[in-house]
């Protein structure tokens, strides 16, 4: 089959740096295998919805905050997860934005949220299984190390 020819469903999230002086906001989460996965606030668009949108909902339901004036910082685009039953399209949106009100998951699949000193934070990422989770896949997080050292860039492709 040519490449041309493989159609796959685009997934579009959006996710936060929110900051606190050298501190950044990580929620805490329980996988399917009951490890907790620490990720940055945000999640998933919905369709019609566009990312600032999304970024905007996801974190007033994973952390309690409300955010203001987004700011775009980068885009990660390409094919995840292939050879998954999981592979798709991603279109994935960081921003930074102002944050006013106190912390208070109501995501149920949120365990906690933290504050993270910017020297810690990769110590806190898991790689690996299960391939179905982009979230453990590294190129994920080369965008987060990037804005941690000031060297953000505006486009990652996967």
Request: aromatic residues 10%; hydrophobic residues 40%.
């Amino acid at each position: 089959m040519s490449h041309l020819s493989r159609t796959l469903p685009i997934k579009r999230a959006a996710h936060v740096y929110l900051v606190r002086g050298e501190e950044l906001l990580l929620v805490e989460e329980r996988m399917d295998d009951g490890s907790i996965f620490y990720g940055l606030p945000g999640g998933k668009a919905n369709a019609g919805e566009s990312l600032a949108d999304a970024a905007v909902r996801q974190v007033k339901v994973e952390t309690g905050l409300t955010v203001t004036d987004l700011q775009f910082v980068s885009l990660l685009e390409g094919e995840m997860l292939t050879g998954t039953r999981n592979e798709c399209y991603a279109n994935f949106a960081r921003f930074t934005a102002h944050f006013h009100g106190d912390l208070d998951p109501t995501d149920p699949e949120v365990v906690g949220v933290k504050w993270v000193p910017f020297a810690q934070v990769e110590a806190l990422i898991r790689y690996g299984p299960p391939p179905e989770c982009e979230e453990r896949n590294p190129l994920i997080w080369v965008p987060t190390r990037d804005f941690l050292h000031g060297e953000a860039r505006t486009y990652y492709p996967i």
